[in-house]
T-cell receptor, first 112, second 116 residues
Framework: QKEVEQNSGPLSVPEGAIASLNCTYS??????FFWYRQYSGKSPELIMS????GDKEDGRFTAQLNKASQYVSLLIRDSQPSDSATYLCAVNNREYGNKLVFGAGTILRVKS | GAVVSQHPSRVICKSGTSVKIECRSL??????MFWYRQFPKQSLMLMATSNEGSKATYEQGVEKDKFLINHASLTLSTLTVTSAHPEDSSFYIC????????????FGEGSRLTVL
């Protein structure tokens, strides 16, 4: 089973700052990459998907993908206390039956 | 995004009984649904892949006779925890892949099972 790795955190940032979440993956054949947000006691919510190298922006969120370095990140600008959650990185590889492999998640705490 | 509905959201049962959890894709057809389990402060663990009209594929270490999965239609998959025991208490989450947006996985609200 290929792996997805994330720093468990917690990552603490002040309100209004940029939060940077990182994820590395081991399988070079991975094709699709996702960031999910999970609040305590709730199910994950899709935040961003990215499929090609470079940046993808959606509101305050920017996903960055570098396939050569096997690295995907999520930037959250103007962080708000409501952004405090666990962020899960997920990677998809069709060779493994199109299953998503999840990282363990990074806990983000935004302090007001 | 696509909507996946899961029911019940919470269930408490006695040890030895069976519990059925339903997962529905409300606004799209899902040929494949996934069932995950999550213990407190841990990440999602894939239990099985449910394919419409065929047998589910179970991950290593997951007992297929204990966790029965049925995917009878393109919008409904069910997970039945048979002869539940306290160690089966967990957060069970289903997910479905939108056939149009290949790769994007949407999750149900989750079902918290407590076995007494």
């Amino acid at each position: 089973q290929k792996e997805v790795e994330q720093n468990s955190g917690p990552l603490s940032v002040p309100e209004g700052a940029i939060a940077s979440l990182n994820c590395t993956y081991s399988d070079r054949g991975s094709q699709s990459f996702f960031w999910y947000r999970q609040y305590s006691g709730k199910s994950p919510e899709l935040i961003m998907s990215i499929y090609s190298n470079g940046d993808k922006e959606d509101g305050r969120f920017t996903a960055q993908l570098n396939k050569a370095s096997q690295y995907v990140s999520l930037l959250i600008r103007d962080s708000q206390p409501s952004d405090s959650a666990t962020y899960l990185c997920a990677v998809n590889n069709r060779e493994y039956g199109n299953k998503l492999v999840f990282g363990a998640g990074t806990i983000l705490r935004v302090k007001s | 995004g696509a909507v996946v509905s899961q029911h019940p959201s919470r269930v408490i049962c006695k040890s030895g009984t069976s519990v059925k959890i339903e997962c529905r894709s409300l606004d799209f057809q899902a040929t494949t649904m996934f069932w995950y389990r999550q213990f407190p402060k841990q990440s999602l663990m894939l239990m099985a892949t449910s394919n419409e009209g065929s047998k589910a594929t179970y991950e290593q270490g997951v007992e297929k006779d204990k966790f029965l999965i049925n995917h009878a239609s393109l919008t409904l998959s069910t997970l039945t925890v048979t002869s539940a025991h306290p160690e089966d208490s967990s957060f069970y989450i289903c997910s479905a892949r939108d056939r149009i947006h290949t790769g994007e996985l949407f999750f149900g609200e989750g079902s918290r099972l407590t076995v007494l």
